[in-house]
């Protein structure tokens, strides 16, 4: 079955940096978008980038613009969240997602989450 599988988490000081690692198993992520969503106490949950198909598309929300990296590994089978700069803003459960796409509607149409990882941005 379809299963997603977050690590690379961690607490790290303002400035710092983490690469979280989503390897995929039950299909195989060069046919599909991937995406990164993250869920602060008492916050909703928002999707932070997304790595389209083709990775002819990335997508990043403007808090992480810059500082933040979606990147995939089709032999491998894993999608990374190469995170710098971390600030405590960022704190955060992240979970790896299949969405239906990238942009707009379809980013938050997901068929499979993850787990979850936490990342903690604490001095």
């Known amino acids: 079955q379809v299963q997603l599988v977050e690590s690379g988490g961690g607490l790290v000081q303002p400035g710092d940096s983490l690469r979280l690692s989503c390897a995929a198993s039950?299909?195989?992520?060069?046919?599909?978008?991937i995406a990164w969503f993250r869920q602060a106490p008492g916050k909703e949950r928002e999707a932070v980038s997304c790595i389209s198909r083709l990775e002819s598309e990335t997508f990043h929300i403007s808090s992480v613009k810059g500082r933040f990296t979606i990147s995939r590994d089709n032999a491998k089978n894993t999608v990374y969240l190469q995170m710098n700069s971390l600030k405590p803003e960022d704190t955060a459960v992240y979970y790896c997602a299949l969405p239906l796409g990238c942009s707009g509607s379809y980013l938050y149409t997901v068929n499979y989450w993850g787990q979850g990882t936490q990342v903690t941005v604490s001095s």
């Open positions: 039950g299909f195989t992520i060069d046919g599909y978008a």
